[in-house]
């Protein structure tokens, strides 16, 4: 049974988890029109992997280093069945670059509960994200957590709230000096604002439509379970838990928002989502429904391929 074989933390299980990313990416990049047969074409797949992994890590690390879950593997199982999902977002290499350095944010942000080195440790945070600002201009809203982070540890000395400012500027400095250097031109601000767009016609398809409809099912109803259960945690891990669920509803606002639409956003919101999840199956009693919920998420990409 997948659920038991899940319910205690193993290395097994992370190797497994990356063979089955690994099989995954494989043949949605063969099957996909625009993949060239070629070394460049192999070692750029090869590299888009490796963020894939790395994000995998990276999210495994923010769980385990946080206590964002008790001691098992459905974090990582839901992680991979997310995002297999939408099997199309391993074809948007900026988005799902943007999404490493968000992890790579997210980890700082929620660190910030130790209250160490907290300036390094918000100078971090805002210094990922506007990478991915770069990358994917929406990712910009998670500029909001770090300041929610702020407001909810109790943080009121004003250096604090300044240093991502300065992170933000430092890539910003960086940039500019490496298009002089480069003689690259240096487009306006308004060229890297795109406009918001409700225009969800991009995203008709069965596969969408399926995997829209299994996240936001999902989403919706472990919610109520996780609200309920943070009254539960301890005061020093409870902010952590409001930190995640603000991070979820920020990439579900990225997915609205965004204009040209393709599906790869909801890479954002795999993360959040899988750490809410997991923390709803470890609450079910029922072994029987908690096997239910893992085998809709390993069905339903099947069931999109044949409709």
Not at 9 to 26: D, G, N, S, T
Not at 28 to 35: A, E, F, K, R
Not at 191 to 208: K, R
Not at 290 to 296: A, H, N, S
Request: charged share 10%; proline share 3%.
């Amino acid at each position: 049974m997948i659920a038991k074989f899940f319910s205690k933390a193993k290395p097994i299980h992370f190797v497994i988890i990356v063979l089955a990313l690994l099989i995954v990416f494989v043949s949605t990049v063969i099957l996909s029109s625009g993949y060239e047969v070629s070394l460049s074409g192999f070692l750029k797949q090869m590299l888009l992997f490796v963020v894939c992994f790395f994000s995998l890590f990276i999210f495994d690390f923010l769980i385990g280093k946080n206590n964002l879950t008790k001691k098992n593997s459905y974090h990582l199982l839901l992680f991979c069945l997310l995002i297999i999902q939408i099997p199309q977002a391993f074809l948007e290499y900026q988005v799902l670059i943007a999404n490493l350095f968000i992890l790579f944010a997210l980890r700082r942000i929620i660190s910030i509960r130790s209250k160490k080195y907290l300036k390094k440790k918000l100078f971090d945070a805002a210094f990922w994200i506007t990478l991915a600002t770069l990358l994917s201009f929406w990712a910009s809203l998670f500029y909001i957590l770090i300041f929610a982070a702020l407001f909810i540890y109790k943080i009121s000395d004003v250096k604090n709230w300044i240093v991502p400012f300065l992170g933000i500027l430092t890539v910003f400095i960086i940039g500019f000096s490496l298009a002089l250097v480069l003689n690259q031109p240096i487009m306006p601000i308004g060229y890297y604002v795109p406009e918001i767009s409700f225009d969800f016609s991009t995203l008709n398809s069965n596969q969408i439509i399926i995997a829209a409809t299994v996240y936001f099912t999902y989403f919706l109803w472990s919610l109520l379970f996780y609200l309920k259960n943070l009254k539960s945690k301890s005061k020093n891990y409870k902010a952590s838990y409001i930190l995640i669920l603000i991070a979820a509803f920020i990439a579900l606002a990225i997915i609205i928002l965004k204009p040209n639409k393709s599906g790869a956003d909801f890479l954002f919101l795999i993360a959040p989502l899988s750490i809410i999840v997991a923390n709803y199956i470890e609450l079910i009693k029922e072994k029987w429904f908690r096997e239910v919920l893992i085998w809709i998420l390993i069905i339903a990409p099947f069931v999109s391929l044949m409709l």
